[in-house]
Every structure is written in C-alpha cells, then in structure tokens.
C-alpha cells in the first residue's frame, strides 16, 4: 500500500525551550491548512486563493489553542492508515527540529501528543544522500536551496522573507498573513522535493517510523 504523504513544517519565536509555535501548516490535497497563534492580537482572514494554492488558515488566540486545533485537525484527518506524516529536517537521525520542538511545547504545557502512531518520514535524508544539490562547489542540503535546484523554484515567489529568520520578527510585529505566507512556502517546498524523491528514490529510501507512543498506551 502506499502512503499518502502530508507534508508540514512549523513557526516559531526562536529556538529555546521557552519560544512558542507561532503557525502549523500541513499540505493537503486541495491547497494548505494554516494554523496561526496570533497572541491574544487581532488578525485579518488570512484565506487566500493564489494560482493553484488555495489557503485555509484559522487564528488563534494562544499556543495553547492553536496546539489544540492542531491535535483535532490531526485526530480527524491522519485516521486513515494511508496517511504518511513528513517535514524536510523535522526528525532525523542525530538532528531535526520541528518534531522535537513540538514534544516540547506538548509536554511544557501539559498536553497530549497530538502525532501519536502517527506514520512519519523526513524528506531531507533521501535528498541529501540520492541528489546532488551542490551549488558553487557546496552541497547544500537546506530547504530552499535544495528546492531550487532540484523543483522549479515556483514557490519561492509565495514567500515574503529572504530568510526564514524574519519570521520571529513578523510574529513581533503581528504580521501574521506574511508569516502565514512563509509557512506556506515552506510547506509547498516540502511537498515539491518529497514528490521528487518518491518519483525518483525505492520506497525503502524513506525512513518510515511511528511517532510514539501509539494512541492506546497510557
């Protein structure tokens, strides 16, 4: 059987235990689903039809909230088996970012795990090790930059920011349909290059593992 991939990347005020998730994005297969905290301050309808990319955001008022959307989203749509959860650096072997930074904000606030026997697989392994992204004689395994030279760049026009940095600031400033804006982007690459390594790479490429414990243990 094979799995439906459900690409999704994550915001955040930075990279200490204490930041927060400030959007959640996930691509499905009518346009992206966008969860944005925006801290308590009002934010305009983020949903948006861009080309092809149709935009469905919802707002909410803490992490607390947003984190919960987020488990019912996730609790309704990855029910199916066929489902495959997957991030480019969102949990490898030896590094990762969003998954571990989800863990912790779960367990900081006291929630539960919303990706419980989930299905999961990073796209940057298979990237980095069956393509060669080096640009002026270095490989370049980041999303972006491995998104440019091996897809057709084409959702890089969606992203306001020239570095993914400015989306601390764009949360600061309560920029929140430019940030929203970058999560899609982001998520969009994500889909491009795993699309692209399950085109061109064996399935046993993926790195396929449940994210536990399963939704049965206590």
Request: aromatic share 10%.
């Amino acid at each position: 059987m094979t799995l439906r991939q459900v690409p999704f990347d994550i915001e955040t005020t930075g990279f200490d235990a204490d930041d927060v998730v400030t959007v959640v994005g996930f691509a499905v297969p009518l346009g992206v689903r966008v969860f944005v905290n925006t801290g308590g301050r009002a934010a305009p309808s983020i949903d948006e039809v861009d080309g092809d990319v149709v935009v469905k955001a919802s707002t909410h008022s803490s992490e607390d909230d947003l984190l919960a959307a987020v488990s019912g989203f996730v609790a309704e749509r990855f029910r199916d088996a066929d489902v495959l959860l997957v991030a480019y650096n969102g949990e490898r072997w030896g590094g990762g970012f969003d998954l571990p930074f989800l863990r912790t904000r779960f367990a900081r606030l006291d929630l539960s795990w919303a990706f419980a026997g989930v299905p999961y697989a990073d796209v940057m392994p298979v990237v980095s090790k069956r393509f060669n992204t080096t640009v002026d004689g270095d490989a370049r395994n980041d999303l972006d930059t491995a998104y440019d030279v091996l897809c057709d760049g084409e959702y890089g026009e969606l992203d306001p920011f020239a570095e993914s940095s400015e989306a601390v600031t764009a949360f600061e400033e309560a920029r929140f349909a430019a940030l929203a804006a970058h999560n899609v982007a982001d998520v969009l690459r994500t889909r491009g290059l795993g699309r692209l390594a399950e085109r061109y790479c064996a399935k046993s490429e993926f790195d396929v593992k449940s994210l536990t414990p399963t939704r049965t243990d206590t």
